[in-house]
């Protein structure tokens, strides 16, 4: 079992950049691999990167590549997303993920048991 707190959303132009964090509770968090989703109004929840558990591979959607960046700190128990070059169509609510299966980084919602409360991320025009 394993709990997961966001942080770092907010408010920010076209073009800015914020970082968000999530926080884990679990003692063993080097062997979760984590992913972060984010979910707009009226539009189901997507997959926008993920890392395995050491932070040797990592996974984005194509719309985020190049701009975002997932990393981790297994010593503070910690994963992250860069966000760099901020569009107004990323504007959502952002939600960090975890689960226990290591063989692939998955890239649908339903890949992963654990779950934050999300966070808010928007970028005005």
């Known amino acids: 079992q394993v709990q997961l707190v966001e942080s770092g959303g907010g408010l920010v132009q076209a073009g800015g950049s914020l970082r968000l964090s999530c926080a884990a509770s679990a003692r063993t968090f080097s062997r979760y691999t984590m992913g972060w989703f984010r979910q707009a109004p009226g539009k189901e929840r997507e997959f926008v990167a993920g890392?395995?558990?050491?932070?040797?591979?990592?996974s984005y959607r194509d719309s985020v590549k190049g701009r975002f960046t997932i990393s981790r700190d297994n010593a503070k128990n910690t994963v992250y997303l860069q966000m760099n070059s901020l569009r107004p169509e990323d504007t959502a609510v952002y939600y960090c993920a975890a689960t226990t299966f290591n063989l692939v980084i998955h890239t649908t919602a339903t890949g992963y048991p654990y779950w934050g409360q999300g966070t808010q991320v928007t970028v005005s025009s």
């Open positions: 890392i395995n558990w050491s932070g040797g591979t990592t």
